[in-house]
């Protein structure tokens, strides 16, 4: 494959309080995708509207714990329509350089630390995850993430990014969220089944 997969990240936004919540995990159908999946979504977070486009579903943490937030973003690429799932899961398979992911985060939000860039799965297809964290600017002031992107491509020409992390006024806020939550976060993307 001569065309290269940039990865794509989801920024959090802090969306407000909830009120409703949940206490079980839920398996939710996403039919509004280009190719339709099912999602199992952390245990007593509360399903949110999306809110862009490309994001097909977004859970967030209930009310009185840590903020955290998971998205699944599906974009379609039009010039990877032709290009066979063996590419994708080629390309896909090879670990990100942390440093370049780094310089990708970089451009879009503040004080960026990549922790560790690998490979690991989505329903079966090679990903590339990317640890990390960053901080950026809004209309409340400065907010902080503390969490992971998981990023795959099946056919036809379509790239997931699966984000998952805690938010914070601060680094420490934010890491104590991500410890808070990190078995949820890692599980998220685990549980994706992405429709043949």
Do not use: D
Not at 64 to 79: D, H, L, Q, S
């Amino acid at each position: 494959m001569t065309k290269k997969i940039f990865l794509g990240f989801a920024g959090f936004i802090v969306s407000g309080f909830f009120v409703v919540t949940q206490t079980i995990a839920q398996t939710v159908k996403v039919e509004n995708s280009p190719r339709p999946f099912t999602v199992v979504s952390p245990t007593s977070w509360v399903q949110q509207p999306t809110t862009t486009g490309n994001s097909r579903i977004k859970f967030a943490a209930p009310s009185g714990t840590p903020a955290a937030e998971c998205a699944v973003i599906v974009k379609e690429f039009p010039g990877l329509r032709g290009e066979p799932q063996s590419a994708f899961n080629k390309q896909m398979a090879e670990p990100s350089n942390p440093s370049e992911m780094a310089s990708q985060l970089s451009s879009r939000y503040n004080n960026v630390k990549v922790f560790s860039a690998g490979v690991a799965s989505i329903s079966g297809f090679p990903a590339q995850l990317v640890n990390f964290q960053y901080s950026a600017g809004t209309p409340s002031g400065e907010v902080w993430a503390r969490g992971i992107t998981v990023t795959t491509a099946t056919t036809p020409g379509l790239v997931w990014t699966i984000s998952c992390g805690a938010l914070g006024k601060n680094l420490g806020e934010a890491q104590k969220g991500f410890s808070y939550w990190q078995s949820e976060i890692m599980r998220f993307p685990t549980n994706i089944k992405i429709r043949q």
